[in-house]
């Protein structure tokens, strides 16, 4: 797990709610609190979506619901604070895991993921990874971590990590 302050926060919060940057990984969780408190839980309702519609691990997409936080999100005031919660989809984690330099298959992996939170006027992303075993190898978490931080500076983040 690393974490990481962004220092382009404007920039960013382009990517988050008015790119595509973010859409093909599924949404956990987001909660913003500003002008009302919202709470989305990234499972669908029964029926909405079809099965080729949504992810193996029941959990929609952030591009479908990124509008929707578009519309939270703006306005004069800046929210009190807001987190995201990001998962890596189903496939794309099968082919990380298969990819990446460790003992552990794909089967092992429960969820890579990653959290933008908004805070005190600072924005922070913090990688994550829950496995269904335990182990001591710690190959595929650092891989994810250096991953996730490639990715976000290939897409012009101004990252600083924190300790």
Not at 80 to 103: A, G, H, I, R, Y
Request: glycine letters at 4%; one cysteine or more.
């Amino acid at each position: 797990m690393r974490s990481f302050k962004v220092r382009n926060v404007n920039e960013t919060m382009a990517h988050i709610l008015m790119k595509e940057t973010f859409d093909h990984f599924l949404v956990s969780e987001i909660k913003i609190l500003g002008k009302v408190n919202f709470h989305l839980i990234g499972t669908p309702s029964e029926g909405f979506f079809s099965e080729e519609e949504l992810d193996e691990s029941g959990y929609v997409s952030y591009g479908s619901v990124r509008e929707i936080c578009f519309h939270m999100i703006k306005g004069d005031k800046t929210p009190d604070n807001f987190t995201f919660m990001f998962l890596l989809p189903k496939k794309k984690v099968e082919e990380f895991v298969e990819n990446c330099d460790s003992t552990l298959q794909p089967m092992d992996v429960e969820n890579l993921s990653f959290l933008i939170r908004f805070k005190d006027r600072e924005l922070s992303i913090t990688t994550g990874s829950s496995l269904r075993i335990f182990t001591m190898d710690k190959s595929l978490n650092s891989a994810w971590d250096k991953w996730v931080e490639s990715f976000l500076e290939n897409h012009g983040f101004d990252l600083e990590e924190q300790m």
